[in-house]
T-cell receptor, first 113, second 114 residues
């Protein structure tokens, strides 16, 4: 079955870059996503990448996909205290065309001033 | 504000009880997903409805059921509640069935079973 794994915690200083990593097992995943969850709030889609892409950039966010290693990363440039949150990697698709999201365990990003 | 509403925001109940969580999708969205977020299991998919019909099931317990009504709102029914059912329950909606359709998440219902 499909599985998505992430490290649990990352601490960076304000202004530095943050890199959050994710690995997944389903080689036929179609779309890979990054969601952000702030305390007491729902999940907000930050960005996604289609499986036939290697990289996607959206303002301060850069997503890198290594299909061979089934590794996805999210880089946040110039990290701000407002970026402190839990970041979830997720995927859909696969051989059965799953539309429901399979999430990783989430990475808590702490930004220190 | 995603446009998805969930009620109630918080629910405290006792073991053995039954509760109903409600979700109103964004205007025009036909697909509704239910997810459970707990400390033990993380974020996991429970069930999906599209235009009133069940389309996919995830790790949903037999004690749990859901439905989507003609006005497209959805309800998740949890019965014979156990302590381990304490979690944050999210509803998400999307326009269609396509994998690429963004799922918009509601703020969640926090269920506490005592």
């Amino acid at each position: 079955g499909e599985d998505v794994e992430q490290s649990l915690f990352l601490s960076v200083r304000e202004g530095d870059s943050s890199v959050i990593n994710c690995t997944y097992t389903d080689s036929s995943s179609t779309y890979l996503y990054w969601y952000k969850q702030e305390p007491g709030a729902g999940l907000q889609l930050l960005t996604y990448i289609f499986s036939n892409m290697d990289m996607k950039q959206d303002q301060r966010l850069t997503v890198l996909l290594n299909k061979k290693d089934k590794h996805l990363s999210l880089r946040i440039a110039d990290t701000q205290t407002g970026d402190s949150a839990i970041y979830f990697c997720a995927e859909t698709g696969g051989s059965t065309g799953r539309r429901a999201l399979t999430f990783g365990s989430g990475t808590r990003l702490q930004v220190q001033p | 504000d995603s446009g998805v509403t969930q009620t109630p925001k918080h629910l405290i109940t006792a073991t053995g009880q039954r509760v109903t969580l409600r979700c109103s999708p964004r205007s025009g969205d036909l697909s509704v997903y239910w997810y459970q977020q707990s400390l033990d299991q993380g974020l996991q998919f429970l069930i999906q409805y599209y235009n009133g019909e069940e389309r996919a099931k995830g790790n949903i317990l037999e004690r749990f059921s859901a439905q989507q009504f003609p006005d497209l709102h959805s309800e998740l029914n949890l019965s014979s509640l156990e302590l381990g059912d304490s979690a944050l329950y999210f509803c998400a909606s999307s326009p269609r069935l396509a994998s690429i359709d963004e799922q918009f998440f509601g703020p969640g219902t926090r269920l506490t079973v005592l």
